[in-house]
């Protein structure tokens, strides 16, 4: 079957001064039809990288060096810019981390909202005016007529995200891909806006990326769990499956970290050291100077990624190679 | 807003009072208003008795609040030189400068934006580099070598233009205009060109820094997102914030072009305020010096007022906080 997204071997580079070094490495995930997915990990793991990536704008100095990110048919990496604007916020919306700071604060939320229509369809500017209002009423906004004309200072975060969120439903997408949607706001409205969202991508059939460093977010309202480390997929599975039986060292140090693992009275549980940088990236698994298991192997071979269970769970290490297929 | 404009203008008329202060100190510790009147040739007695009668002795403040009700009734004193109301000169010699100004302006804002949004977009072109080299050296050569300059080139070398003076003038209303004649416009050519050349560079540069900073920020990369056209980007969506910091910084400077004239005008023997100003430091005329400054503070202080209304009008975070 036909896949509705379907990365391939996809390489991001960043051309720095002291050369160029790789973002994303060898990432391949597909997308299905109305599908939630969840792309997670810690800060600087290149999950937003590779959102942006789908899209293909990646901001200088960054760029696309290899692999194929397959849109009904088409290859979007492969596309002019001409071409891959048609896609861009139409066929996949994109809903950014801080509300604060999306939108455009001298443009009217009006202005916002209808210039993405007329950008993608040949309707008048009445036109594009009713369906904005429709889409504020479908995230909720009390009495939208008074709000087109207002500016963003005029609302409070969460808020703006419904706008945001509205914006994203315009056009009626394909695919969304929510950037840490909830993070920057406060925590009593979170939820909220989470379930805002992922009601939406289920009444308006419309599939979800959803980018976040939060595991917790992630099991709630994704089918399945992509976890990134370092530019690399290190572990892929259903999220039930993923959840509750974890089965790469950092996806299970991930888990325990999380609120609801830990147990009172014991100290937090936190994987040790941080996430090596760019221009400093340890030889073979580059989670090996964290990981508990480590073997002789992880220091000199990246481990691919292979099936465990079924073919649906996938993961990239050398103590789990060996036991499963050999 | 008006709430806002308000505010604004009582601001401003503090500041005018600050200026009159500051004007009328000088004033009185150099200006000498008995020479002024009767000449040197008059006895000590005399003048003592003149002093009295002007009220010279009063106490400094007393004579501050006359100076003051005084120039709210457009007596900024007589000229020592000129024989005339000082208020009246000015009057006469402002059209000169306020067209100089205004060409200049007119040159600086229609250069510098598509230069300075151009530099922002394409930072690599040569074109681009072109531009802030040329702007360097812009900055660095000072107004009136740039004049000497032009000068030399256009009217010396190449016999193109007219070196000094505003040529033929119209009179409209009383406002004598060199904007009506095409040897009036021959005039201004040099001068104005002189007298942007410090402040086109200034405005390309904050122009290109602000653009550059406003593209790299989050409502841009969320516009490219929405799939919109790079002009839409470039022009409403990044434009229009790169011209909130623009607006603030460009006004002052716009007004601090007044200051430059003094030099301009000289170089080009341009009857304006600004030469009339180096004449009047010759002549010691004092107190048109002082009624020269009193008038250009006022002026630098309505365009700065005017700029931050245009500022609110564009900005809807001021506008609506009015509105509210
Ligand atoms: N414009 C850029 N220039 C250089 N490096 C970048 C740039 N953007 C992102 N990176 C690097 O790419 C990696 C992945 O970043 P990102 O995708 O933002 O991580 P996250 O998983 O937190 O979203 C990080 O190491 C980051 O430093
Ligand atoms: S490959 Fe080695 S270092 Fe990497 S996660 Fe597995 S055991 Fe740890
Ligand atoms: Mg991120």
Redesign the pocket.
Known sequence: MDHLLEIQNLEVK?R?RSGE?T?INDVSFFLDQGERVGLV??????????GFAIIKLI?K??FISGGKVLFEGRDIAGLSIEEVRNIRGNRISMIFQDPMMTLNPVLSIGTQMTETILAHKNVSKAEAQAIALDKLKKVHIPSPEKRLDQYPHEFSGGMRQRIVIAIALLTDPAVIIA?EPTTALDVTIQAEIMDLLSELCESEKMALIL?T?DLGVVSQVTDRIIV?YA?RIVEQGLTRDVVSNPRHPYTKGLIAALPESQQRGKALSQIPGTMP??TDMPQGCSFHPRCELVMPICKEKVPELIELDNKNALVACHALAKGGAS | MFAFVIRRIIQSLFVILVIGFIGFAIKHQIGDPVRDLVGISVSKAERDALREELGLNDPFMSQYVRFMKNAVRGDLGMSFFYKKPTLKVIVKKAPATLELVFVSSLIIIFLSIPAGVYAAIRPRSWLTRFIMGASIVGVSIPVFLTAILLIYVFSVELGWLPSYGRGATVSLWGWETGLLTIDGWKHLILPSIALSSIMLPLFIRLIRSEMMEVLQSEYVKYAWAKGLAPRRVYFVHAFKNTLLPVITVGGVQLGILIAYTILTETVFQWQGMGFMFLEAVERSDTTLLVAYMMVVGVVFVAVNTMVDIIYGLVNPTVRIAGRK
């Open positions: 960043f720095l070094v973002a990990g810690e800060s600087g793991a290149g999950k937003s990288v590779t901001s100095p960054g950037d980018i460093h990134m530019g940088s760019l």
